[in-house]
């Protein structure tokens, strides 16, 4: 399929930057990004084969730019943030909010409370104010300041008519997929409107699950958190006759964390998830594994993301307040078949089941996480203060760029079954290539996902 990476912007950038930086290299002086420096999406290449790129095929750099759309005294900008909680929500309100204060001499900073819902005047939430005094020490806490809600995002009109009313000349959206669905709807009735109102997103998923950005904040912080849970699971299944260590990640569509997790403990010997097919039964299932692994080494681990086997144990489809699929507990239902596989075989186990998910989800930012955040608000304060709109900022390849909401939100990134990270867990785990009594339905299976490379 293809994608037009082009940013939309709201007009001619006229006004000099009050940032003081250099346009020359090798003056020792931070540079200013010009809108003609980009990045491409594959950075493979192969010999003796020549391609032509088209500007909608590349990502624009994101950074500050010597001319500037928005007169710093006349912005009014307004935050918000959505959907479940991640690690580092906080650290990016307040890069941004430090940015445009200190960098841009913006003195109007609204916070927007509860999510979506906040802009509803049925709810009379309220705002927050917000400046350097307010955000300085928030890094320091998970969650989030201006609290987060799902749902809302449908109320558009609503939604836009708090934003006129509020004179904002920009919005900041930190959230996921859901949310940045509606920031675009957002943004498309700001135009139908003829407004001139920056949206930028900040994509927040711990399930490192957007597309083309190589990694989404609250990520790393999510495996760190995990492999600690797995490093007690180990230790109980260890000291225990037949021991195992059960547990659930988040991950509703992606297995990154659980494949991240087993490749950073070296102590996980199945992992599940919802991009490669198992089954529980049979010669080649995954209790027969699970069987002889005890039979051998006394002890197992197993993680499991959420979102595996869901087209097996939801009956009936529905969905929360922000549109997600109301998923069934996979955790306890494997826990209970494992329960019921031993006793039918009259073998004593021991098995201790960990959902950390609330307590991953609330944390606070790891240092890897808070640069991430820090340099993520301030890619997005400079972009607003640019003009640009309908466009997130995202790493990749290690570089800060822009990246249109439309092509964000128009699929998800997916663990490649055929790629390097799915090849070194099986690595690091042992277990089978496959647990399926039926490799070639399995194939059919994949055929029709869409996997994104990793």
């Not at 959902?355 to 808070?370: K, L, T, V, W």
Request: glycine share 10%.
């Amino acid at each position: 399929m293809a994608y037009d990476f082009t940013i939309e912007e709201l007009g001619k950038c006229n006004i000099k930057s009050p940032l003081t930086l250099s346009r020359v290299h090798g003056d020792f002086i931070a540079n200013y990004v010009t809108d003609d420096e980009y990045v491409r999406l594959d950075v493979r290449a192969k010999l003796g084969k020549q391609e032509s790129l088209e500007r909608k095929m590349v990502f624009e750099a994101a950074g500050p730019r010597e001319t500037i759309y928005f007169s710093p005294q006349h912005v009014h900008a307004g935050i918000v943030s959505c959907g479940g909680l991640c690690p580092g929500i906080n650290d990016v309100i307040r890069a941004i909010v430090r940015c445009l204060w200190f960098r841009y001499g913006v003195r109007r900073i609204t916070g927007i409370r509860y999510g979506y819902k906040g802009f509803l005047p049925e709810y009379r939430f309220g705002t927050k104010e917000l400046n350097p005094d307010v955000v300085d020490d928030i890094h320091k806490l998970g969650g989030t300041v201006l609290g987060s809600a799902r749902g809302g995002g449908k109320e558009v009109s609503k939604i836009v008519d708090a934003m006129e009313q509020l004179n904002l000349n920009m919005l900041f959206t930190i959230g996921g997929d859901g949310t940045q669905k509606g920031a675009l709807d957002i943004a498309e009735e700001i135009g139908r409107r003829k407004l001139k109102i920056a949206n930028i997103g900040i994509p927040k998923t711990v399930d490192n699950d957007f597309s083309f950005i190589q990694k989404s904040f609250g990520f790393d912080t999510a495996v760190d958190k995990a492999v600690e849970v797995v490093a007690a699971a180990h230790m109980e299944a260890h000291s225990q006759i037949n021991g195992i260590g059960l547990v659930k990640v988040m991950g509703r569509e992606s297995g990154f964390i659980a494949a991240h997790t087993a490749l950073a403990s070296h102590e996980v010997n199945f992992v599940l998830i919802p991009e490669i097919p198992f089954e529980l039964d049979g010669p080649n299932g995954f209790l027969r594994h699970l069987e002889e692994r005890l039979r051998n080494s006394r002890h197992a681990v197993i993680i499991i993301a959420e979102g595996a086997m869901q087209d097996q144990l939801i009956k009936e489809v529905k969905t929360d307040a922000g549109g997600n699929i109301k998923m069934a507990d996979v955790g306890t239902y494997i826990r209970d078949r494992i329960t019921e596989y031993f006793d039918d075989k009259g073998m004593e186990i021991n098995l201790k089941y960990i959902d950390p998910s609330y307590q991953i989800r609330s944390a606070q930012a790891n240092p890897g996480d808070s640069i991430y955040c820090e340099r993520l608000g301030n890619a997005a304060a400079h972009a607003a203060m640019a003009g640009k709109t309908k466009c997130v900022i995202g790493l990749v390849n290690n570089e800060f760029v822009h990246l249109p909401m439309k092509a964000v939100v128009s699929q998800r990134s997916h663990v490649d079954p055929e790629g390097n990270l799915w090849r070194d867990t099986i690595d690091a785990t042992h277990q089978p290539i496959l647990m399926v009594n039926n490799p070639m339905g399995a194939i059919f299976q994949t055929d029709e996902k869409d996997i994104a490379p990793n």
